[in-house]
């Protein structure tokens, strides 16, 4: 029989595939506690990476700054052999730069809600946003992906 955990690893490519198709990253950070803080998170591919907004004063900033170790969590499925997902493990590195922020903060307004949310009647809102947010890259370090599909009926 040959190893089941081989046979559902996603490729690089499915990989990319999977999290450009999916809609929440569930984002881990150290606490002040060293218990996780968890939360579930829009998120948009920029470069290749994924990257998130949050605003400048959340509990995932301040222990981002404490600690930049970050676990985070894509997942699908409703049944075991639908099972699909990627945990990211790194770090996260924060980005202030206010272009940067803005552009990040198109990109997750169209990715959620498609070229109507990056009009010009919406640019102002998502502008003022960004002003209060700042953006957190995910720098990936492992992943690990599990891909159920690859073994139905199995």
Same mark, same amino acid.
């Given at each position: 029989?040959?190893?089941?955990?081989?046979?559902?690893?996603?490729?690089?490519?499915?990989?990319?595939?999977? #999290?450009?198709?999916q809609?929440?990253?569930?984002?881990?950070?150290?606490? *002040?506690? &060293?218990?996780?803080?968890?939360?579930?998170?829009?998120?948009?591919?920029? @470069?290749?990476?994924?990257? %998130?907004?949050? %605003?400048?004063?959340?509990?995932?900033?301040?222990?981002?700054?404490? @600690? *930049?170790?970050?676990?985070g969590?894509?997942?699908?499925?409703?049944t075991?052999?639908? #099972?699909? =997902?990627?945990?990211?493990? &790194?770090? =996260?590195?924060?980005?202030? @730069?206010?272009?940067?922020?803005?552009?990040?903060?198109? $990109?997750?307004?169209?990715?959620?809600? &498609?070229?109507?949310?990056?009009?010009?009647?919406? $640019?102002? %809102?998502?502008?003022?946003?960004?002003?209060?947010? #700042?953006?957190?890259? %995910?720098?990936? $370090?492992?992943?690990?992906?599990?891909?159920?599909?690859?073994? $139905?009926?199995?």
């Amino acid at each position: 029989m040959a190893n089941r955990r081989a046979m559902i690893v996603m490729t690089d490519a499915e990989v990319h595939a999977f #999290l450009d198709n999916q809609r929440v990253l569930n984002v881990a950070t150290l606490g *002040p506690t &060293g218990h996780p803080h968890l939360v579930a998170m829009w998120y948009a591919l920029i @470069d290749g990476k994924v990257q %998130f907004w949050t %605003f400048a004063k959340s509990q995932k900033i301040v222990n981002l700054r404490r @600690d *930049p170790r970050m676990t985070g969590l894509v997942e699908s499925g409703d049944t075991y052999d639908d #099972l699909r =997902g990627v945990e990211l493990v &790194g770090t =996260g590195r924060i980005i202030e @730069d206010y272009d940067r922020i803005l552009h990040l903060g198109m $990109a997750v307004a169209e990715r959620y809600g &498609g070229a109507e949310a990056v009009s010009a009647a919406a $640019a102002s %809102f998502i502008e003022a946003q960004a002003r209060k947010r #700042l953006v957190v890259e %995910f720098e990936v $370090a492992r992943v690990v992906s599990w891909d159920h599909t690859k073994i $139905a009926g199995y």
